[in-house]
């Protein structure tokens, strides 16, 4: 069946479209001179350009913003024994852009860990907005709380400690449906659909989910059967592809982050 058009405010429009015209030139670049896209070793396990490639520090080097909070959270997190749970830097800096761009108020996020995706956020948001952050771990956020402070932006980062499904079900109840602008999903991964789905009904028409690790390593390739995560990320993969109700992006950044545009 056809797709529909896509009906967003035109601020989203334009974001899409800038998106697919970097999107489409990296993947002729890459075609042109594989080594610059997807890395220079074949055994990389998500064929992205790795962590320690020059050209992904020069990539940093030449289009990372980073307020210096930012920057003393991320270097906090990163010594941290799970540091690598925290979402790529360039990742999260498009969040925040995005979060800008459609002039966003209300944000879900889903899988908080230290706080640097939902500082980010809260940086851009108005002084009236809020970030709604769930998670499971209060010590984690411990870490990122006293710079949220810092950086003046601790009342508007609402940090729920509970099963991010139940805090879900409180702001559907409470009437919030259709109320929020964006919604960041980074949280475990068998619970991917769930989270997905009730985010969509949380967001207003024009508003964006974004969900992070869609490529999972590269396993979602052929995922093992023992390999609840990676099947659930590909299930849902194969789902956005269909859903009828957004229009969507996938972006080779990170470990992959598909966007999903509720119509």
Not at 76 to 97: E, F, Y
Not at 139 to 158: F, M, N, S, T
């Amino acid at each position: 069946s056809e797709m529909p058009l896509l009906s967003v405010p035109k601020e989203v429009a334009v974001g899409t479209a800038m998106l697919g015209v970097a999107f489409a030139t990296g993947m002729l670049a890459g075609k042109r001179y594989p080594s610059l896209v997807f890395g220079t070793s074949k055994s990389s396990t998500s064929g992205m350009i790795g962590k320690s490639s020059p050209l992904r520090q020069y990539m940093l080097d030449h289009s990372l913003r980073e307020h210096p909070i930012l920057k003393k959270l991320r270097l906090l997190t990163a010594d941290h024994p799970w540091g690598r749970m925290m979402v790529s830097c360039d990742s999260a800096q498009l969040m925040a852009n995005l979060v800008k761009l459609i002039k966003a108020k209300k944000v879900i996020e889903i899988g908080v860990f230290t706080g640097y995706n939902a500082l980010n956020m809260a940086l851009v948001l108005p002084d009236n907005g809020r970030v709604v952050a769930c998670d499971i771990n209060e010590d984690y956020a411990k870490i990122g709380r006293p710079l949220w402070k810092e950086a003046g932006v601790e009342h508007k980062i609402d940090l729920r400690i509970k099963p991010a499904i139940q805090t879900l079900d409180e702001l559907l109840a409470n009437g919030e449906a259709e109320t929020f602008d964006f919604a960041f999903i980074d949280a475990d991964k068998e619970s991917y659909n769930e989270y997905y789905e009730k985010c969509l009904r949380l967001i207003k028409k024009g508003g964006i989910i974004a969900i992070d690790n869609v490529f999972w390593n590269g396993k979602v390739l052929k995922p093992r059967k023992d390999d609840l995560a990676a099947q659930s990320i590909h299930h849902l993969n194969e789902k956005l592809l269909r859903d009828a109700r957004v229009n969507i992006s996938t972006l080779p950044m990170g470990d992959g982050v598909t966007l999903a545009f509720k119509l």
